[in-house]
């Protein structure tokens, strides 16, 4: 966040929203306020958006993340992987409070940026 504020956003003060299935920290709201030079929104994730929805077989389910697994295929096996990318591809754009933008840069977490971006 510092990195983009540095190399992009100072000359914009674009907002910032950040999107959890669980409460953020004090510190990480009081931390990104600071580092911010738009205004940050902090909002909860619903728990049917970040979970197995009722119609899979959970059985089928939990042999395939242990199939893929097995092969090593990166994340196979991870289920709050398999949450989060279900609320990016369905849910992330609908939510409340990104729902009013027309719109958005995701930031990645680790993504760098080197050089300034007019």
């Not at 510190?27 to 049917?48: C, D, M, N, R, Y």
């Not at 958006?49 to 697994?69: R, T, Y």
């Not at 989060?84 to 680790?110: I, N, T």
Request: neutral net charge; contains cysteine.
């Amino acid at each position: 966040m510092k990195q983009i504020e540095e190399r992009f956003n100072h000359q914009y003060k674009y907002p910032w929203t950040f999107l959890n299935d669980e409460p953020f920290t004090k510190e990480f709201i009081e931390q990104t306020a600071k580092w911010a030079s738009g205004g940050v929104a902090h909002g909860l994730v619903p728990p049917a958006q970040w979970s197995v929805p009722d119609h899979i077989d959970k059985h089928h389910m939990q042999k395939a993340l242990e199939n893929m697994g097995k092969k090593k295929i990166l994340y196979g096996d991870s289920l709050p992987y398999r949450h989060m990318c279900r609320f990016q591809s369905g849910f992330f754009w609908r939510h409340e409070l990104v729902a009013k933008y027309d719109y958005y840069w995701r930031v990645e977490p680790d993504t760098g940026f080197f050089c300034d971006i007019e």
